[in-house]
Nanobody
Framework: QVQLVESGGGLVQPGGSLRLSCAAS????????VAWYRQAPGKERELVAA???????NYADSVKGRFTISTDVLMESVSLQMNSLKPEDTAVYYC?????????????WGQGTQVTVPS
C-alpha cells in the first residue's frame, strides 16, 4: 500500500509564499506522475501542477509564473512552492501520485492540507 503525507499548509497574507511538501511511502516500484490538486469550497477539484517521469511539467493557467513543482529523482518526494499568493488560491491542496506497486498500478492521494489567503 502506498501512502502520501503532506505538510506545509497554513494562513498567509496576499503576496506571501508557502511551500507544500509531500512524501510517499510504502512498497513502491516506480512513480510515473506526481501532481498537486486543489479544491475550494463549493468547487470541483482542479489540477494545479503535474510532473511526469519523462520530465513533462504542466501548470494550471491560474498559477503559471507563481507556483513551482519539484521532485526528487525517484519522485517519492514532491514540493509545491507557491509565491505571490492570492485570495483565490485558498483551497485544500492534495498531493497525488500514480505509479506501480508490486506489478499493480496505483493512484494514491494525500490527506489534504489547507491553504488560506484572506482577502
Amino acid at each position: 500500500q502506498v501512502q502520501l503525507v503532506e505538510s506545509g499548509g497554513g494562513l498567509v497574507q496576499p503576496g506571501g509564499s508557502l511551500r507544500l511538501s509531500c512524501a510517499a511511502s510504502g512498497s513502491i516500484s516506480s512513480i510515473d506522475v506526481v501532481a498537486w490538486y486543489r479544491q475550494a469550497p463549493g468547487k470541483e477539484r482542479e489540477l494545479v501542477a503535474a510532473n511526469t517521469r519523462g520530465g513533462s511539467i504542466n501548470y494550471a493557467d491560474s498559477v503559471k509564473g507563481r507556483f513551482t513543482i519539484s521532485t526528487d529523482v525517484l519522485m517519492e518526494s514532491v514540493s509545491l512552492q507557491m509565491n505571490s499568493l492570492k485570495p483565490e488560491d485558498t483551497a485544500v491542496y492534495y498531493c497525488s501520485a500514480e505509479g506501480w506497486h508490486a506489478f499493480e498500478k496505483f493512484h494514491a492521494w494525500g490527506q489534504g492540507t489547507q491553504v488560506t489567503v484572506p482577502s
